[in-house]
């Protein structure tokens, strides 16, 4: 059940992600900005032709092709452990969602459309598809901790052979 919620969760993220972008290329000019919560976060349509702060900024390709190669890694965590292992089914549910519009984007568009712009810090403009990979990556880093933790655990417990274990 709880696979089939990531699933479900995932694809609502998606449809989120895509329904603001086409709610925000069509209803703002380029570079608009309008209050959301005064002095929080306003909205500012901005078309993100390269990854976070600019980088790369122009390598549609490039881009493209470093988040296919991310997918196929994710896919493959996903075969390989996804059906025993709740938190990184989860985890890279929400990454796949996310990686998978704004790849959507880059593909139709030409572009990343991005919306959400922090005023109280110097961050990036970002959208709905960040937040999901933001989120889906913090749970792979926690399950990537759980697993450590668990691990060295067993490793410094001590296993005494059958014979002296039955004394």
Not at 27 to 54: D, M, Q, T, Y
Request: with cysteine; proline share 2%; hydrophobic share 55%.
């Amino acid at each position: 059940m709880s696979y089939i919620f990531a699933v479900v969760v995932g694809v609502l993220a998606l449809g989120a992600d895509q329904f603001s972008k086409y709610y925000f290329a069509t209803n703002f000019l380029e570079a608009e900005s309008r209050p959301a919560i005064n002095g929080f976060f306003e909205w500012n349509f901005v078309k993100n032709r390269g990854a976070a702060w600019g980088m790369l900024d122009g390598h549609t390709w490039l881009l493209l092709a470093f988040t296919v190669v991310a997918m196929l890694v994710c896919i493959a965590l996903l075969v390989k452990s996804g059906k025993k292992n709740k938190l990184l089914f989860w985890s890279i549910t929400l990454i796949l969602s996310g990686g998978l519009g704004n790849m959507i984007d880059r593909i139709f568009r030409g572009y990343v459309v991005d919306f959400i712009h922090l005023q109280f810090m110097d961050f990036p403009v970002f959208n709905v598809a960040d937040c999901v990979i933001v989120i889906g990556a913090g749970l792979l880093m926690l399950n990537f901790i759980l697993d450590f933790k668990a691990s060295s655990k067993q490793k410094n417990e001590i296993v005494l052979p059958d014979d002296i274990a039955e004394e």
